[in-house]
């Protein structure tokens, strides 16, 4: 790691801690919030953990429509939209899609990529929930797509990257 990488961090923590000739407000929101009550001691443990579980979540909820989609893939040949449920067209895109799927879930619950993966996972909701409204109007399951697509941009902007492979 380079040295002035180092030096940054030792910087910003530094920057982070409280200034010992602060007195400590006890009873202020802030300070029951930033640890000295036991239930902020159990969020500032689960706080750096929650991006793995969103981005391994996605990558669950992605790697399953996908596998189902490769699976049986007649049954999802009525989603995609102008072409006939029953051309070889249609079934040909849903494989495609049911790949890329998989694919993108299989590299967020790895960790690999995960901005990447994480990016075009929020472009294929995004698509999905757009050609949803427009052929079905807003449904339930236009709903659903958009909390994935939520948690999809969530992921992509989450700064904390733990349990992923690097190279």
Do not use: K
Not at 42 to 55: F, K, L, N, T
Not at 101 to 116: E, I
Not at 119 to 128: G, N, R
């Amino acid at each position: 790691m380079p040295r002035r990488n180092r030096m940054a961090r030792a910087a910003l923590r530094a920057a982070e801690r409280p200034a010992a000739s602060v007195a400590p407000a006890a009873a202020t929101p802030v300070a029951l919030a930033s640890g000295s009550h036991p239930r902020g001691q159990a969020m500032d443990r689960i706080q750096p953990w929650a991006p793995v579980v969103a981005r391994v979540a996605l990558g669950l909820v992605l790697l399953w429509f996908g596998i189902h989609e490769l699976i049986q893939p007649s049954l999802w040949t009525g989603y995609v939209p102008v072409i006939s449920s029953t051309s070889h067209l249609a079934l040909a895109l849903v494989l495609v899609h049911g790949w890329a799927l998989s694919v993108l879930g299989v590299a967020l619950c790895l960790g690999v990529a995960t901005r990447l993966a994480a990016a075009l996972s929020a472009l294929a909701l995004l698509e999905i929930v757009i050609s949803l409204s427009l052929t079905g109007g807003v449904t339930d399951i236009v709903a659903r797509d958009l909390g994935v697509f939520g948690l999809a941009v969530a992921v992509l902007a989450s700064d904390q990257h733990r349990l992923v492979l690097r190279g």
